[in-house]
């Protein structure tokens, strides 16, 4: 499989866009199939960084399928999230603490 | 019939219920933001179709306390003044504007319409041969209505309807577009695209128009679309450096990177100081192995903007990929020393150390 790096970072700001995500918080960039997410993470429907179960159980959804869409473009061969308030610890995302800024 | 009918009355409600709601949540909007001079704008244009001028004026006239360079506000409140018969102030506004923009069609074009109601036929056939002068649609469109034949403005019986079509499809257009783009935010593309595709019709030369149709298209997935409209605002407007990097990435998602890297490099020569943008043709030249233009794009872009880490771990890992290793680990400390957490790149560090 050809990895061009500029394809699959189009890809990833189509996704972006498209997502239901708070997409100005979020950088990312490629390097060789390796896609970068850094920043926070926040579903554009919630006024929250995503504490409280409900709005968790959410932006947990909104991670996952995140995740999945952006391991589908061809070419990628690993994901790799730097985010100031969601981590992903033994195959389970977690909230690191209710910070609102950094990583940009 | 009787179906037409209702299908028309259905429609007609529809409209309204939209209308209202987009009223309804810029007035929210303005009560959370009272100083966005965009959003008084904006609430004075639905504010005008519908009639309701004087608050209308008031909104414009706050937009302009908050910016007072504020085109689009500028053009609304004059043509507000024409259409209520305000001429004097009407002129005032224009005048002032066309001694800021003498090369601004539109405004001649304002400006002759004013005239012509007034009854000052000669001055308003100087300001739209001004208009004709400095933009080719008012050419085609005068051409068409047989107002400007072999070099001259000939006001003729029919022209006050020609005048005052073109002055209503500005306004209209830019109503249409704006209730485009407040679909396409809402995630309604088929929606935006119709309005758009009304605000294009009715000003087929504002590159906007075409420019905004094909960020809807490309966000449908519609790419041969996209392309097209990004190429029609590119073709009014050629040093739209945006036009082109969005044309680039629509390329990207199409695999189609001879036309993408060849637009990106426009993009790039028109906005030199877009580190984004340097980054994406960091990556076009990266994937066609040119890895030396590729690090001079990436310092580029680093030069431009330091924190811009994407374009520090693109850049290590370009000099890993040429063994330099030195200058790699350089980049990858540089890195850990914004983000010490950042296991990757610690990983690569130590792989090279």
Redesign the interface.
């Known amino acids: 499989m050809l990895k ?4 699959i ?3 990833v ?2 996704i972006l ?2 997502s239901d995500i708070d997409y100005s918080r979020i ?6 199939g ?1 896609v ?1 997410l ?1 920043g926070v993470f926040k579903s554009a429907h919630l006024h929250t960084d995503g504490s409280g179960e409900g709005a968790a159980n959410i932006t947990i959804k909104s991670l996952e399928s995140l995740e999945k869409k952006v391991k589908g473009i061809p070419g990628v061969i690993d994901i ?1 999230f ?1 985010l100031t308030n969601w981590t992903k610890a033994g195959g389970q995302w977690i909230l690191k603490r209710a910070q609102e800024d950094g ?1 940009r | 019939m009787d179906s037409e009918k209702s299908a028309r009355r259905r429609g007609k409600v529809k409209w309204l219920r939209l209308y209202r709601r987009i009223l309804t949540e810029i007035e929210r909007e303005i009560k959370i933001h009272p100083a966005y001079a965009d959003l008084q704008n904006q609430i004075g244009l639905l504010l005008m179709v519908k009639g309701k001028t004087e608050k209308a004026e008031h909104h414009f006239l706050e937009a302009l306390r908050q910016n007072p360079k504020y085109r689009e506000a500028t053009f609304n409140l004059s043509f507000l003044y024409v259409e209520t018969r305000r001429w004097e102030k009407a002129e005032e506004i224009l005048l002032l504007e066309v001694k800021r923009h003498p090369e601004d069609a539109f405004l001649h074009q304002l400006l002759g319409v004013l005239y012509f109601q007034t009854g000052r036929k000669k001055q308003a056939a100087g300001q739209i041969h001004k208009a004709i002068q400095h933009h080719s649609y008012f050419r085609d469109y005068y051409s068409k209505k047989r107002v400007w034949q072999r070099g001259v403005v000939h006001l003729h019986r029919k022209a006050e309807g020609v005048l005052r079509e073109i002055h209503w499809s500005h306004h209209s257009a830019q109503f249409h577009n704006f209730i485009g783009l407040y679909l396409a935010k809402k995630g309604k593309p088929r929606q935006a695209i119709l309005e758009l595709g009304k605000a294009a019709g009715l000003k087929p030369d504002e590159f906007v128009f075409h420019a905004n149709l094909g960020t809807v298209y ?2 449908q997935g519609a790419y041969p679309k996209a392309i097209q409209e990004f190429q029609k605002a590119l073709k009014i407007q050629p040093f739209y450096g945006m036009g082109y990097a969005n044309l680039s ?2 390329y ?2 199409i ?1 189609r ?1 001879r036309e ?1 890297f060849r637009c990106m490099k426009k993009a790039v020569r028109i906005n030199p100081q877009y580190a984004d943008l340097r ?2 043709l960091a ?2 030249y ?2 066609r192995k040119r890895y030396e233009e590729a690090a001079f794009e990436l310092k580029k872009a680093l030069r431009i903007n330091p924190g811009y ?3 520090r ?2 850049l290590g ?1 370009l000099y890993e990929d040429q063994e330099r290793w030195k200058e790699a680990r350089r980049e990858y400390r540089k890195i850990l020393q914004i ?1 010490p ?2 296991k ?1 790149i610690r990983n690569r560090l130590e792989r090279i150390s």
């Open positions: 061009e790096d500029f394809v970072q189009s890809n700001r189509q866009i498209r950088t990312f960039g490629t390097v060789k390796v970068y850094r790799e730097e990583g | 490309a966000y990435y629509v990207g998602l695999r990177t993408a980054y994406n990556l076009l990266s994937d880490l994407f374009a771990i693109n890992v983000t957490e950042d990757h």
